[in-house]
């Protein structure tokens, strides 16, 4: 399975984007689609996943970002509002099976997209 995430660009702060991780063959409902970021000179970090309807969000985004997932498309979309400079980063998408209480744990995750630089500058 490839997944291919796409959407990022510059932003002013205060502004959206949607950023679009597309995979290559069907996930089934069993999959946690999650979303990781890195900054510069940063380790990368959980963002926010999705399984079966059921989201997690970490809390520096909470409230301004939202996961969604379209099974039929085999996509999954992090909208993301309120834009500010400390969401500057490349954002991977990926996708993994394990139990619901570790999905905030990269190891976990066996498939993994290029990723997509948000930049988030006035």
């Known amino acids: 399975v490839q997944l291919q995430a796409s959407g990022g660009g510059l932003v002013q702060p205060g502004g959206s984007l949607r950023l679009s991780c597309a995979a290559s063959a069907f996930l089934s409902r069993s999959y946690t689609i999650g979303w990781f970021r890195q900054a510069p000179g940063n380790e990368r970090e959980f963002v926010a996943c999705v399984r079966s309807g059921n989201t997690k969000y970490t809390d520096a985004v909470r409230g301004r970002f939202t996961i969604s997932r379209d099974t039929a498309k085999n996509t999954v979309y992090l909208q993301m509002n309120s834009l500010k400079p400390e969401d500057t980063a490349a954002y991977y998408c990926?996708?993994?099976?394990?139990?619901?209480?570790?999905?905030?744990?990269?190891?976990?995750?066996?498939?993994w997209g290029q990723g997509t630089l948000v930049t988030v500058s006035s």
């Open positions: 990926a996708a993994t099976t394990v139990v619901w209480g570790r999905v905030t744990e990269e190891e976990h995750y066996r498939y």
